[in-house]
């Protein structure tokens, strides 16, 4: 179980350095396509939509597309998604984790965009740190670290 969770997460790393898989199309801002079996949409909960776009934009660069008052889109993340506004988040066990090249860079950027660290920790090839977005949602970033041996 162990060996499928780090091949999920190199794989969701390649994702998000824009690596394409063989075989993919590598056309810039081109649609995710569907796959039978694979996840295909993200979705946070945010009360005050405007505070969750101001955070993910200056954090992570995300771009977003308003469809209506109450939900918008975003792009740039690595999965297409969005955010339902004027609800509270509520956390559960499920943990959506991001890549970054530079953590500690990353880091900076979650705290200076409003975001709270709340946990950091090591792993075997890695190191991440979780945090609450202004929204109340947790996240997680992670990066690789070579084995010394």
């Known amino acids: 179980m162990r060996k499928l969770f780090y091949a999920v997460l190199f794989l969701a790393a390649a994702c998000a350095q824009g690596e394409t898989p063989a075989g993919a199309p590598e056309k810039e801002n081109a649609p ?10 993200v979705e946070f909960a945010a009360e ?3 505070v969750a776009k101001a955070f993910y934009g200056a954090a992570f660069g995300w771009t977003f597309q308003d469809w209506g008052p109450d939900y918008v889109s975003f792009e740039g993340a690595g999965l297409d998604g969005g955010i339902r506004g004027g609800e509270t988040p509520v956390n559960g ?45 947790v996240l997680g970033v992670w990066t690789k670290v070579e084995d010394a041996s």
Not at 32 to 41: E, G, S, W
Not at 99 to 113: G, N, T, W
Not at 114 to 124: L, S
């Open 93 to 137: 066990s499920a943990l959506i984790i991001l890549y970054a090249d530079d953590l500690e860079a990353s880091e900076k950027k979650v705290v200076a965009a409003g975001g709270e660290i709340v946990e950091r920790h090591e792993f075997p090839g890695g190191r991440r740190f979780h945090f609450r977005d202004p929204s109340g949602n």
């Open 48 to 50: 005050d939509l405007a």
């Open 32 to 41: 995710m396509p569907q796959t039978n079996n694979h996840i295909d949409y």
